[in-house]
């Protein structure tokens, strides 16, 4: 198995324009997870898909940020507009189902500058 | 706020040494607990996993669980210089152990291991 894919792997940005991230998820996982990482605020789930559907989007900090999973093997997070505070890096996860306890597999994480 | 804290590090062993890492949880309701290891830019990767209060033993590894403190531990037997790395502590509030709820991290606890 290939493991979680994320593209692209680095994104460097002008302040302002659109963002788009991509993951692709272990075959037969359930579960979607999207991450944040930073040096001051460690490594926080921005949203979370089961079967497709948006479970929690607590964490999703502000409107400009956005996430769909149209299909079982694809996802995306969007930021529009991008600012410089979201640089950060951001992983993708995946998980199988309840019974799983959990276990999540990273992607390799794509790293965001935003000039 | 469900928190999980962790010390910062950095946390320097001789080779050889036993390295132990500390991690307290806030939601007493938590279920299940993880270790995950982080190598300097790459993704969080797996290595334990404890539900029940008591010790488990994998390896070079025993994760810690006391339930009525709050507290979860690991414990690396006989480091190594590849042992260095970020070791992140996340925890499971789900209702239901088995669910997948929300995975919480702590900030990391950065190990160094002199050869």
């Known amino acids: 198995d290939a493991g979680v894919i994320q593209s692209p792997r680095h994104e460097v940005t002008e302040m302002g324009q659109e963002v788009t991230l991509r993951c692709k998820p272990i075959?037969?996982?359930?579960?979607l997870f999207w991450y944040r990482q930073t040096m001051m605020r460690g490594l926080e789930l921005l949203i979370y898909?089961?079967?497709?559907?948006?479970?929690?989007d607590s964490g999703m900090p502000e409107d400009r940020f956005s996430a769909k999973m149209p299909n079982a093997s694809f996802s995306t997070l969007k930021i529009q507009p991008s600012e410089p505070r979201d640089s950060a890096v951001y992983f993708c996860?995946?998980?199988?189902?309840?019974?799983?306890?959990?276990?999540?597999?990273f992607g390799p994480g794509t790293r965001l500058t935003v000039l | 706020q469900k928190e999980v804290e962790q010390n910062s590090g950095p946390l320097s062993v001789p080779e050889g040494a036993i390295a132990s890492l500390n991690c307290t949880y806030s939601d007493r309701g938590s279920q299940s607990f993880f270790w995950y290891r982080q190598y300097s830019g790459k993704s969080p990767e797996l290595i334990m996993s404890?539900?029940?209060?008591g010790d488990k033993e994998d390896g070079r590894f025993t994760a810690q669980l006391n339930k009525a403190s709050q507290y979860v531990s690991l414990l690396i037997r006989d480091s190594q210089p590849s042992d260095s790395a970020t070791y992140l502590c996340?925890?499971?509030?789900?209702?239901?152990?088995?669910?997948?709820?929300?995975?919480?991290f702590g900030k990391g606890t950065k190990l160094s291991v002199k050869p």
């Open positions: 996860a995946s998980s199988l189902d309840p019974s799983s306890y959990n276990e999540q597999f």
């Open positions: 996340a925890v499971n509030t789900g209702e239901d152990g088995g669910s997948q709820g929300n995975l919480i």
């Open positions: 075959s037969g996982h359930d579960y």
């Open positions: 404890i539900y029940s209060n």
């Open positions: 898909f089961n079967n497709n559907v948006p479970i929690d």
